[in-house]
């Protein structure tokens, strides 16, 4: 006969904990050793074709506090408008440009990318998307990764017919996703507060 087998309880669901940013960037937090650089760190090439750009992020938490111990990751197109990968559907087999980068937010809640400005991709209708790069944030206190997206504010006419923009039912929280241009620097630099919770939540996407 065989004996009753005990009813499993679920495994209780856990955070990031302290320790996102640290591992994935260790070279940041002062651990050397793992490796020479820390994954995602370097998006360009000297082949990298398209303008030089920095993007860049202000992460603020719902008390209105800087989130200083936050991981970003971004995917973008190459200014042709294709994706590294073979497996992409509009694929840039060559290495010149990578495509993805992650960099750790700083004491200020700031994180930065030193990339190129992306071309329109095709959106899901066939048409033409905005120009725009795909956020991935984590860190202590976050159960899954917020994705987002950032658009240019410099791209208004193709941000008005954007597949996912118009897809916002409140026009105002469009705003949340377009950043600003900065031209006071050596390239134009675009910076985004994204805002986790609160009145100016940021809109990030259920995929």
Do not use: C
Request: no cysteine; net charge negative.
């Amino acid at each position: 006969m065989l004996n009753p087998l005990p009813r499993l309880k679920e495994t209780p669901s856990q955070t990031g904990g302290p320790y996102v940013h640290i591992g994935l960037t260790p070279n940041f937090a002062g651990i050397a050793g793992v490796y020479d650089t820390d994954p995602g760190a370097t998006m360009l090439t000297p082949e990298t074709k398209g303008q030089r750009i920095t993007i860049a992020g202000r992460l603020i938490d719902g008390s209105g506090a800087p989130l200083t111990d936050a991981v970003v990751e971004i995917w973008q197109a190459d200014a042709d408008g294709r994706y590294a990968g073979a497996m992409s559907h509009a694929a840039n087999a060559g290495p010149a440009f990578l495509g993805w980068g992650r960099q750790p937010s700083n004491g200020e809640g700031i994180f930065s990318f030193e990339t190129i400005k992306p071309g329109p991709v095709p959106g899901p209708d066939g048409k033409p998307m905005a120009p725009h790069v795909v956020l991935w944030i984590v860190a202590r206190g976050i159960n899954i990764g917020l994705q987002t997206r950032l658009y240019f504010a410099d791209e208004a006419e193709a941000n008005g017919t954007d597949y996912v923009l118009t897809r916002i039912p409140d026009i105002r929280r469009r705003a949340s996703l377009i950043a600003p241009r900065d031209d006071s620097g050596p390239v134009p630099r675009y910076m985004l507060d994204i805002h986790l919770q609160g009145d100016r939540e940021t809109v990030f996407f259920d995929v």
